[in-house]
Every structure is written in structure tokens, then in C-alpha cells.
């Protein structure tokens, strides 16, 4: 299993530190939650932070925008060094156009939908996205309890993308930890993003490895 661990449970007053532990990890990606107050009821941190989070972590950026209009801030996502942008679906009218604009700026493009949001409204856009993040809470706030119904959108979502013919990876992201991982595993999930599994863990080396190993 891929691991994307999320730096909203990180402390930001020690931001170098934390990064130097993601560099020396096993970590496949590292995950930055965007939140602006309005599509979601939290505001996180924004570009200024993660420019210097890209000149300071060697891992691959997997940020997650949690904001109304994403098609504005491509550019500023591309400048912090992004490998992958998602945006929600719930927050795009064009999402095909945005997807596309994700693309034309050289970014791998993600969608995701939210716990209430099914997984058959993705049908006509997963040819075209290289990722779908499937929340597993609501999104705003980390350290959130897991809702379980998604074991069985993550099995729904392995068909559709089968069907479909898709190169989508399945990422699920909210109350990760190794128990609800091992689930996740088993349904088919490729990425599960993990904030204070790995970051309030007392080892968070073996935190990271309990998901990696699955
Ligand atoms: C929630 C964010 C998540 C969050 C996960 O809105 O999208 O990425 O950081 O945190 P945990 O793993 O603690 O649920
Ligand atoms: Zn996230």
C-alpha cells in the first residue's frame, strides 16, 4: 500500500523537522490539505507554506484542494511544485475543463468526492483523471472517525474503473489508521493519505511501515 501522510497533523511551529522525518521515511507522497472556510468549515494553510514545504521535502506533493473554484489557482498550485492536484467534485461546475487545465499545466489530475457524493457520478470522468480520492470522513478536520460505507464504494469504484478502462489509482483519505487500512487494502485501495495515525503516533516510523506493509 502507497502512503501519503497528511501534514495537517504535523507541528507547524517545528515544519522543518517534520519534513526531514517524511524525507527519511518510508512515505510515498506527502499529502497537503488547502481548505478555504468556505467549501469546507476550516481554513488550513495555503501557497506561501507550500512553496517552502516543496523547497524543503524530497517526496512527491499529492495536494488536496479543498476550496470552491479550484480552476483559479492551477498556476499557484503548479508553482508549489504539485505532482498531483484534486479537486473536488462537488466543487466543480466544469470539472472535464478543470481537469484539463490541470493537465495543459503538467500536473497528474485528481477528483474527489465526499462521503455523500456517489461513486457512480464519476462514470464519464474517470478516463481522463489519474486519481480519485475517496474521503472517508467529512473533509475540514483530521483525527475525524472513519465512516465505514466505504469499504464498499472503494469495491464500487474497482468495477467502475475496470469497466471503464480507467488508469485511475484509488486514494482514500480520513480516520486511516491499521485496522481500517487492512480494510481499505483488501477492497482495492492503492494510496490512503494518514494525518494523526502517523503524525500523534508516540512511533512514527512504525505507524508509516503498519500501512506500508499492507
Ligand atoms: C480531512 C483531510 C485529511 C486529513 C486526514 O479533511 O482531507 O487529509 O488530514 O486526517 P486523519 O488521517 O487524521 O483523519
Ligand atoms: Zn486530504
Redesign the pocket.
Known amino acids: 500500500m502507497k502512503v501519503s501522510p ?4 504535523a507541528d507547524f511551529a517545528h515544519l522543518a523537522e517534520e519534513l526531514e522525518f517524511i524525507n527519511a521515511s518510508d512515505a510515498d507522497m506527502l ?1 497537503l ?1 488547502v ?1 478555504d472556510g468556505v467549501f ?1 468549515p ?1 481554513i488550513s494553510f495555503g501557497f506561501p507554506v507550500m512553496k517552502y514545504v516543496n523547497k524543503h521535502c524530497q517526496k512527491p506533493l499529492d495536494v ?1 484542494l ?1 476550496i470552491v473554484e479550484p480552476q483559479k489557482f492551477v498556476a499557484e498550485v503548479k508553482d508549489c511544485g504539485a505532482e498531483i492536484m484534486t479537486v473536488h467534485y462537488e466543487a466543480c461546475v466544469h470539472l472535464n475543463r478543470v481537469i484539463q487545465q490541470i493537465h495543459d499545466a503538467g500536473m497528474k489530475a485528481g477528483v ?1 468526492i465526499n462521503p455523500a457524493t456517489p461513486v457512480c457520478l464519476l462514470k464519464d470522468i474517470l478516463q481522463d483523471v489519474d486519481l480519485v ?1 475517496l ?10 472517525k ?1 465512516i465505514s460505507g466505504t469499504i464498499e464504494k472503494v469495491k464500487e469504484l474497482r468495477q467502475l474503473i475496470a469497466v471503464t478502462g480507467s488508469k485511475a489509482i484509488i486514494e482514500v ?5 491499521a485496522e481500517t487500512g487492512a480494510k481499505l487494502a483488501e477492497a482495492g485501495v492503492d494510496m490512503v ?8 503516533s508516540e512511533d512514527r516510523t512504525a505507524a508509516i511501515a503498519s500501512l506500508k506493509k499492507l
Open positions: 497528511s501534514l495537517l497533523s499529502h490539505d481548505m469546507v476550516n488536496h479543498m474527489s480520492l474521503m472517508s470522513v467529512n473533509p475540514g478536520f483530521g483525527g475525524q472513519f483519505d480520513g480516520g486511516v489508521n493519505v494518514a494525518g494523526n495515525y502517523v503524525f500523534k
